[in-house]
């Protein structure tokens, strides 16, 4: 292959912005001329020409090619091509403003929360109202309060349940607690669409495409991604009705990822993310065949996952006192769990006699084993001489699940504590467990089994980060008499 052919191509073009005469960058969607831009602030983003620009001197396009050389091929020959008035041009089909989805802020947030008592299951919330809101709520006819134990408790029936909900988003943000479940769909896409502004253009993500992906099992988290990586496509096109917009195509779906990657950069994780929802989108509602094997996608980057020393791992579990926090924290790493494992652990799950843990329905819907550490064991057991779990290992305060942003305010706050600046988050305990067990000689294909990876590539990026064969070889530095 040439090296013409190897390298992005990166054309140039005389434009007009404002009186000025300016340099117009045009490229394809790519990640090293976008973080090359990212570099230089004399590189701007122009609305107007949907694409960046630099005003032009008598040095700009010899400054450009110098910049973008080793990375790129300059191509002048648009330089003095001519284009229409840019400034009321529509691109395409395309007419996206800046910010898709604009959010609206409410003053409160409820969690809405199911309670027991006297052997009667309810949901209810705990809250405090002003006057006004206390009178509005008691019109309502939906709650009554429950002074004995201080909450508010949705009287009506479940055939309301709509009814409360879309009552409750338009005044408030509603949040469920991770053990009430919602299989209705309809209000399912009303929590998730509260936070939006709803103007005349606004289109809703149509519950068509949430019944597939809830009929063919797709987890909570991937519905939730899915909904919004589509409803932000939908509502990019503004004026444009949802007949219209499920009669595009290829060239029109590539344009849009274009244009946000060249206006927001994204990582390329999200626009794969984006394509592979909106191309199941075009799937299911699509009433013509696509050739969606057409579509871009934005080469992944491929860094290596940070890792906390083993030194760092004990000073961050040393640091944490609370018997609950540290006993999460330290289960994560010891048997190198994913955070959604970690919430819907049971205490049946932990084979003491075996020392093995057993994970249920993890990434893939599958089950594995992976090891349980005596010293996890000894925590966790600490920790269960102050509570008493209904259903799940960790609980949240009114029990259900415990949540993630709990776990990820307390790595972060055990950090500081502990004096730890290696980046990272609660999934980078995962990546320490595997590149310690890997430093300390446990074999790969064993590695792959514990972490429940399905490919051994995905396992083998641990080898690149592990310092155990790095720091046995020799530099030629040291072959040098100084």
């Not at 045009?26 to 973080?35: C, L, P």
């Not at 206390?134 to 709509?162: C, D, Q, T, V």
């Not at 057993?358 to 509570?387: C, H, M, P, Q, W």
């Not at 290992?393 to 055990?414: D, M, P, V």
Request: proline share 2%.
């Amino acid at each position: 292959m040439s090296e013409e052919k190897s390298k992005p191509m990166l054309f140039l073009n005389r434009v007009t912005l404002n009186g000025e005469r300016c340099i117009k960058l045009y490229f394809r969607q790519n990640t090293d001329i976008r973080e090359r831009i990212s570099q230089n602030e004399w590189i701007m983003y122009s609305m107007e020409l949907d694409a960046w620009y630099t005003v032009e001197n008598k040095q700009t396009v010899a400054l450009l090619q110098d910049l973008f050389e080793d990375i790129a091929f300059v191509n002048l020959s648009k330089l003095e091509w001519k284009q229409l008035n840019i400034s009321s041009r529509n691109i395409g089909t395309l007419n996206i403003p800046q910010h898709v989805l604009k959010l609206h802020k409410k003053p409160d947030t409820i969690t809405l929360l199911p309670f027991k008592q006297e052997d009667r299951e309810f949901i209810g919330f705990k809250q405090f109202f002003n006057r006004s809101e206390y009178h509005e709520i008691m019109e309502s006819g939906f709650f009554r309060y429950l002074k004995a134990n201080g909450l508010w408790e949705i009287k009506a029936g479940s055939h309301r349940f709509k009814e409360v909900i879309n009552f409750l988003v338009a005044r408030y943000t509603v949040k469920l607690n991770s053990a009430l479940q919602i299989s209705d769909l309809e209000i399912k896409r009303t929590l998730l669409e509260q936070s939006y502004e709803k103007d005349k253009d606004y289109k809703t993500c149509p519950i068509s495409f949430l019944t597939y992906l809830q009929s063919r099992n797709y987890s909570e988290n991937t519905l939730v991604t899915y909904h919004h990586m589509v409803l932000r496509y939908l509502n990019a096109y503004k004026g444009k009705s949802l007949e219209t917009i499920n009669g595009f195509g290829t060239a029109e779906i590539n344009q849009y990822h274009e244009i946000w990657s060249q206006r927001n950069a994204p990582s390329a994780s999200l626009l794969n993310q984006s394509v592979n929802s909106i191309k199941l989108y075009y799937h299911v509602m699509g009433s013509r065949e696509l050739m969606l094997e057409q579509l871009a996608r934005p080469k992944r980057n491929k860094p290596l996952p940070e890792v906390y020393s083993k030194d760092e791992v004990e000073r961050l579990i040393k640091s944490v006192e609370n018997p609950k926090h540290k006993a999460v924290l330290f289960l994560i790493y010891s048997a190198g769990l994913r955070i959604g494992e970690v919430l819907r652990l049971r205490k049946e799950d932990l084979l003491r006699d075996r020392k093995l843990l057993f994970i249920r329905k993890s990434k893939g819907r599958k089950d594995r084993y992976t090891k349980l550490a005596g010293n996890a064991l000894i925590l966790i057991d600490k920790y269960l001489e102050e509570v008493t779990p209904k259903e799940y290992l960790f609980e949240g305060q009114y029990g259900g699940q415990y949540s993630t942003t709990s776990i990820r305010n307390t790595l972060h706050k055990a950090k500081d504590q502990a004096g730890i600046t290696t980046r990272g988050s609660v999934h980078t305990l995962r990546h320490s467990f595997a590149t310690h067990l890997l430093e300390s000689g446990t074999d790969l294909r064993y590695i792959q089994e514990l972490l429940g990876h399905e490919s051994s590539k995905t396992t083998e990026i641990y080898t690149h980060v592990s310092n155990l064969n790095l720091s046995k070889i020799t530099s030629p530095g040291d072959l040098i008499n100084i």
